[in-house]
């Protein structure tokens, strides 16, 4: 089966910045959509960024022009890259992969990578 493995995270001051990698154990092609959640203490999962196989990509309005998400396929690793970070991105970091077998849509989470965001 098919994991993920995310890695990249730290400690980093404000206004920092720091690249998440997402890398697969198989061929990210053989994936629909990827994409970074994070959830802070006491607080649900959210989603971050999306990146197609093919398309646009999508953020939430709270990374939107800090963060970007980017696929280098031949690695079979998705990136984040976080700019301008503040001490609100701090939290854990997921990235999830979703993916179709006989028909039936199913998705891969990775372990989490920490990031805080502290002075």
């Known amino acids: 089966q098919v994991q993920l493995v995310e890695s990249g995270g730290g400690l980093v001051q404000p206004g920092g910045s720091l690249r998440l990698s997402c890398t697969a154990s198989?061929?990210?092609?053989?994936?629909?959509?990827i994409e970074w959640y994070r959830q802070a203490p006491g607080k649900e999962r959210e989603l971050v960024a999306r990146?197609?196989?093919?398309?646009?990509?999508n953020y939430a309005d709270s990374v939107k022009g800090r963060f970007t998400i980017s696929r280098d396929n031949a690695k079979n690793t998705v990136y984040l890259q976080m700019n301008s970070l503040k001490p609100e991105d701090t939290a854990v970091y997921y990235c999830?992969?979703?993916?179709?077998?006989?028909?039936?849509?199913?998705?891969?989470w990775g372990q989490g990578t920490q990031v805080t965001v502290s002075s």
């Open positions: 990146i197609p196989r093919s398309g646009s990509t």
């Open positions: 198989g061929n990210i092609l053989s994936f629909g959509a």
């Open positions: 999830k992969a979703n993916a179709v077998k006989s028909s039936i849509p199913y998705v891969i």
